[in-house]
């Protein structure tokens, strides 16, 4: 089989046009580091085309085949890890170990979907219940047949992995527009997918490259599933346009998460997690720490930690630097919105100020006791700061987190009643006593409610979100006098059953 690009309109040569083609920016220092063509309606038909041509080869594989093609697509990755650092550290700015990170968790989720979906989507005997007993009833699962991923920047192979990886594993092929500030990564993915599987037909994992514009011609082509992760304003326009030819959604969108400090927490830990989590890739994380409710008696304390460790943290392109810079200049005004109105509405700058932003870098900003109605609490700010708020109970503190319209993630700190606080909160993740834990452990779903999105990536419902469920029921053999689905019944059958009904289920607790 020929080989080939995997990046359906890719062309490195083309002139940047904002019409044809995207450049693909160092947002340190605005060097230009790609030029990519930009996929229009007739090239996202093709690309679909190509899915749907390669859909029959790669869904009649057997699980044990899907898995080695994709561990080999991890080993790929793995022995390029070099080169795919180095490119989101130009293409999404944040450090080299960072993006180091984010590769290592990709893979962890690649080999845990590949490993993991015969047992969640093989075939299953269910028993069929005293009524059907001459029945013997199997669940199978089907691939669906095209996934479309739509990507966003700020995680570049990590987040769409999520469902590129599980929608690959459940026997799907894949069309995946990354965002039009991650496209080089996006393809580098897809490349280095058909570079380790030379031998299958093209289509299985395709990318096609663009604006907004691409992504909703992927929504409106002819696909059997839209996994989108981005912002709320987009996943709902996605969803709205979905519905037209009622094409399921996953949508995984954006998040307020927010951190509960107990008064019986190991503050230091809770405090070093918490700046860590706000900060991290310039805070551009949907599960970033935006909002903290900590207990009064230990408010003070863990204040004066939290500025304590994010004096000393810096953001900067250079190898020293903590985090980058932000990746899409226009979140920076956003942020900078977001802190005038907290300072507005009450709140304190305990560590910087409007005077941390010092584009494309914003230094961390802390501030204490905003209005809860405020954007700074209300709204993703997605940049490096954070808001906290002492609160007198836990019962306050869980009131507060749970005000909000998104439920991505949360933490909980407390040395005694982590799970019970964890168990309160409307989320779909939580750590106790530490921060992002689930998103390193792939048998954990994830997810959120309200704004923050619908459905599921990772573990198995992660992998249930890319197959169509088949119940079969296969007769074994008729009970003379049984025949309840025809009209051969007879009317002793009938008096028999009004009788029984009573004794079988009347007695039932
Ligand atoms: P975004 O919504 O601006 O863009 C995401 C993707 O959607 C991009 O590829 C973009 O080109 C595409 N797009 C834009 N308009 C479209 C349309 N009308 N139809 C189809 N596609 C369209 O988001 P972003 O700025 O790239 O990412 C940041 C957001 O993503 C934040 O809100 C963050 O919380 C969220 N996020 C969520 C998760 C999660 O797992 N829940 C993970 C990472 C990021």
């Known amino acids: ?68 093609h994709l561990l080999r697509w991890a080993s790929k990755l793995a022995q390029k890890s070099d080169e795919v650092c180095e490119l989101i550290h130009t293409e999404n700015g944040k450090p080299l170990d960072d993006a180091l990170l984010e590769l290592m968790l990709s893979l962890e989720h690649i080999s845990w979907a590949a490993k993991h979906a015969k047992k969640a989507l093989g075939p299953k005997r ?40 599980y929608a690959l594993a459940a026997g799907n092929t894949v069309v995946f527009k990354p965002s039009e500030y991650a496209t080089g990564v996006g393809n580098f993915l897809a490349d280095a997918f058909a ?24 929504v409106r082509a002819d696909i059997d599933k839209i996994a989108f992760t ?23 969108c954006g998040g307020k998460d927010a951190v509960i400090v107990a008064a019986d927490a190991d503050i230091k830990a809770a405090a070093d997690a918490v700046a860590w989590a706000a900060t991290v890739n310039s805070g551009q994380a949907c599960t970033g720490v935006e909002r903290v409710y900590v207990e009064r008696s230990v408010s ?29 200049p226009s979140q920076i005004d956003i942020v900078r919105r977001h802190i005038e109105d907290a300072l507005k509405n009450g709140g304190t700058a305990v560590l910087g100020g409007p005077e941390s932003i010092k584009a494309p870098f914003i230094e961390p900003v802390v501030l204490v006791d905003v209005d809860e109605d405020s954007e700074a609490v209300a709204e993703e700010t997605f940049g490096p700061t954070v808001t906290i708020r002492t609160v007198d109970s836990v019962d306050e503190a869980v009131e507060l ?47 959120g409610v309200g704004d923050s999105g619908i459905g599921r990536i990772h573990g198995e419902p992660g992998l249930r979100e890319f197959a169509r469920p088949h119940s079969i029921a296969v007769q ?6 049984m025949a309840l689905a025809s009209y051969t019944r007879t009317d002793s059958t009938m008096k028999l059953l009004r009788k029984l009904v009573p004794f079988v289920y009347g007695r039932r607790k």
Request: charged fraction near 20%; hydrophobic fraction near 40%; proline fraction near 6%.
């Open 1 to 68: 089989m020929a080989k080939r690009r995997s990046t359906v309109t890719s062309n490195d040569t083309k002139p940047a046009d904002h019409d044809t083609a995207l450049t693909s920016v160092d947002p340190a220092t605005g060097e230009v580091i790609g030029t990519h063509v930009i996929a229009d309606d007739a090239a996202v038909a093709a690309a679909v085309a190509q899915a749907r041509a390669a859909a029959a080869t790669w869904g009649a594989l057997c699980f044990d085949e899907r898995r080695t």
């Open 126 to 165: 269910i028993s069929p219940g005293s009524l059907s007993s001459n029945y013997s009833a199997r669940l199978e699962h089907r691939p669906l047949g095209i996934v479309g991923v739509i990507g966003p920047w700020n995680y570049p192979v990590y987040t769409p992995n999520g469902s590129i990886a």
């Open 195 to 218: 570079e380790a599987n030379p031998e299958l037909p093209e289509g299985v994992f395709v990318t096609i490259n663009g604006y907004g514009a691409t992504g909703a011609a992927l």
């Open 230 to 252: 981005g912002s709320t304003a987009t996943g709902k326009r996605i969803m709205a346009a979905a519905g037209e030819k009622l094409t399921p959604v996953l949508l995984e």
């Open 300 to 328: 003070d304390a863990f204040i004066s930690e939290i500025k304590r460790i994010l004096t000393d943290v810096r953001p900067g392109s250079d190898n020293k630097a903590s985090y980058g810079p932000m990746t899409m």
């Open 401 to 447: 987190a749970n005000k909000s319209k998104y439920g991505l993630s949360s933490a909980v700190y407390s040395k005694k009643n982590g799970l019970n606080i964890a168990r309160r909160l409307r989320v779909g993740a939580t750590s106790v006593n530490s921060v992002l834990g689930f998103a390193a452990i792939p048998g954990l779903p994830f997810g």
């Open 476 to 481: 074994r053999f008729t009970v003379p006098g």
